[in-house]
């Protein structure tokens, strides 16, 4: 579970569990309602800090349960296995993450605008999501464990997308960005990607150093500026469902 602030999120696909975690702020009307997919750590001290900012925006935010059962990987040998298995099981991420959504939709007013938020592994869950069809407001991916569409899977997109990624990145490697841009092109989607240069995976995490020979690596920079765009792309998003 998170830090304080933040009180059970319980979901479920089929006899499958899931534990999420919700925040609320003190507004009455949230500006917005965000499903937060966090990175492979689930709910940690990371994914609390990006929560509480969103919640300062104003908006109400639950972080998705990754996995399963409230499991939160603690130790990097646990990371491994449960990362596989989203990538082996691409389809039940997606089903889990449209369960969560669901129930969020339920706690908020419906003409309240819901977005999608998704850091590294929950980046890859949140995108595959957004090609099943899914009807939101708007799509964001943060140094996301990018990936082309899995084979059957459909490549068009309803909603906006924002994607910020470092061009340093080991795991989403330039390659792989560049083979997303093409199929959201094909697509005619609506994306906007913002790369930043000398930026490495987990660029958002203070705690995973500043080595810059290292797979993850921090940049105080680079998140300071994936938040302002991350908070313009929400005003913008707030913005164009009023006139709708």
């Not at 609320?24 to 900012?53: E, I, N």
């Not at 889990?96 to 938020?117: D, F, Y």
């Not at 995490?205 to 994936?226: K, W």
């Amino acid at each position: 579970m998170s830090d304080s602030g933040s009180s059970s999120f319980d979901y479920a696909v089929g006899a499958q569990r899931y534990s999420g975690a919700l925040y609320s702020g003190s507004a009455v009307a949230p500006t917005a309602a965000v499903v937060l997919a966090p990175d492979w750590r689930g709910q940690s001290g990371l994914s609390d800090d990006h929560a509480k900012y969103l919640v300062e925006l104003g908006c109400t935010v639950v972080i998705a349960d990754l996995y399963g059962d409230g499991f939160n990987p603690e130790k990097p040998e646990q990371v491994g296995p449960m990362v596989k298995r989203l990538l082996e099981n691409r389809t039940q991420g997606v089903e889990a993450l449209a369960a969560c959504t669901a129930r969020l939709r339920q706690k908020v007013s419906p003409e309240t605008p819901l977005i999608c938020l998704g850091y590294s592994a929950g980046g890859m869950i949140v995108l595959d999501y957004a090609r099943s069809g899914a009807n939101v407001a708007g799509i964001i991916l943060c140094s996301a464990l990018l990936k082309t569409a899995a084979p059957g899977m459909s490549t068009r997109i309803k909603a906006p997308v924002l994607i910020l990624q470092g061009t340093q990145d080991q795991v989403s490697p330039m390659e792989t960005i560049n083979s997303v841009v093409a199929e959201m092109d094909a697509a005619e989607n609506d994306v906007r990607f913002e790369l930043f240069s000398q930026t490495h995976h987990a660029f958002d995490n203070p705690e995973a150093g500043t080595d810059p020979t290292a797979r993850l690596v921090y940049s105080s920079r680079s998140a300071h500026r994936a938040r302002k765009a991350i908070a313009n792309f929400l005003s913008e998003v707030v913005g164009e469902a009023k006139h709708v």
